[in-house]
């Protein structure tokens, strides 16, 4: 089995690494490529990666390439993981919406789209550059925003899937609060990409037991903390909302906060620092504690068992992806990307079924998805029009003196990755 990771050069990467040497069984790889254009980083990740196999006993071979065609050439699996513009454009995306009041982030509201607009062309080149070594080869995709750049591989004919670890991060934790194996927590997870909530938690799987009343009953304190969301409105809600809800339940708040402390990534920038001065080191055969810092928890994981599902070598039964709607949530059209449970297998996800939602969730999924629809819309076609009609739609900005000012800083913080600018 041949797997090639795009956006192998990441300082994330030995996150990956580990996760495939610990899980050899259930994904046996036998070359893995790490394929990156930034030659002197992608040395130093795959040197200590080279030395996290040989000290787990992983008898694959890793292999380093700035080729891309070369790289994918006969891959069973393709990993996108990239950041076009790096870090760089990633301090524009937080930063330069602020001074509108709007959230400066990197997958939402404006610098989401102006990440989407980088992206989805070059994943788009890539992923047709894949398809002519292998067209059976699976895309997994975790490069944000995932939802946008799914749906752009899906429309495009390739077989691809998109991952984010918010759903197994919330596994984890619950099984820990709840003194349960994780392979025993199956979450009711419902939305989008970055847009999602937990209606129910249940033991043993889709038909066991709802566990969420109690988990909010006795530990709601605690995971309040995690989402960074009052107890209170996690009560009145019934359900947990991911992270990124915040973005919207406490609009102001964040915008203040951003504005007063440094961006994520600069935080992240001086950690990249760090850890490749780490990487450097020959005696290093395993991955530092500081890259738990980084972000991206159980990517790993998640990884191995949605790569080993769709080659038909293992992986669980049921995964969180995001993937066609397909009626599965009957107010948005089927061809919109959702992220929820699926059954996974050789021929791909199938989401299982989703009961009625309050409109609480269904008119905030619906509307982010129309803005969706938008944002591919002007990263497939361009245009300073096609962008402000979809910072118009987003409900973090809705103004159109706002839209059109963020449109013109858009276009100007990322003229070089648009060609029609």
């Not at 769709?310 to 969180?320: H, I, T």
Request: hydrophobic residues 45%; glycine residues 10%; charged residues 20%.
């Amino acid at each position: 089995m041949k797997l090639t990771v795009v956006g192998g050069g990441s300082t994330y990467t030995p996150e990956l690494i580990d996760g495939f040497a610990r899980l050899r069984d259930t994904l046996p790889v036998e070359e893995l490529v790490l394929v990156d254009p930034a030659e002197d980083r992608l040395e130093l990740v795959g040197g200590l990666a080279r030395r996290i196999f040989a000290k787990q006993g992983h008898g694959g071979r890793i292999v380093t390439t700035s080729d891309l065609d070369a790289g994918v050439d006969g891959a069973d699996a393709v990993l996108l993981q990239l950041r076009v513009g790096g870090q760089a454009a990633r301090q524009q995306d937080e930063t330069w919406p602020l001074e509108c009041g709007c959230i400066g982030q990197e997958t939402t509201g404006a610098g989401g789209l102006a990440k989407a607009l980088r992206t989805v062309p070059v994943v788009l080149d890539i992923a047709e550059r894949v398809r002519r070594s292998n067209p059976r080869a699976w895309i997994i995709d975790f490069t944000n925003p995932v939802g946008i750049v799914t749906r752009a591989l899906l429309q495009a004919g390739h077989r691809a899937v998109g991952l984010c670890n918010v759903a197994i991060g919330f596994q984890r934790k619950f099984a820990a609060l709840l003194g349960a194996a994780p392979a025993d927590v199956h979450l009711a997870h419902v939305g989008l990409n970055h847009l999602t909530w937990e209606t129910g938690v249940r033991l043993g799987g889709p038909e066991g037991e709802n566990v969420l009343p109690k988990l909010l009953a006795e530990h709601g304190e605690a995971i309040a903390d995690d989402v960074r969301l009052p107890r209170p409105l996690l009560d009145r809600l019934g359900v947990v909302p991911s992270y990124y809800l915040r973005y919207y339940y406490a609009h102001d708040e964040v915008v203040r906060e951003l504005r007063t402390k440094p961006s994520r990534a600069a935080e992240v920038a001086a950690m990249e620092r760090e850890l490749l001065a780490m990487y450097g080191d020959p005696a290093l055969d395993e991955k530092p504690a500081l890259l738990a810092k980084r972000g991206g928890a159980f990517y790993s994981e998640a990884a191995v068992d949605l790569a080993a599902a769709l080659l038909g070598g293992g992986g669980s039964p049921y995964q969180v992806v995001n993937a066609l709607n397909r009626g599965t949530l009957p107010f948005l059209p089927d061809d919109a990307v959702i992220e929820v449970q699926a059954a996974v297998g050789p021929t791909g996800p199938v989401p299982l079924p989703v009961p009625g939602l309050d409109p609480l969730f269904s008119g905030l999924i619906a509307n982010v998805t129309a803005y969706e629809d938008l944002a591919l819309d002007a990263a497939l076609r361009g245009g300073r029009d096609r962008v402000f009609r979809a910072l118009l739609a987003h409900p973090l900005i809705g103004q159109y003196a706002y839209a059109d000012a963020l449109t013109d800083q858009l276009i100007a913080h990322n003229r070089e990755h648009l060609a029609w600018a």
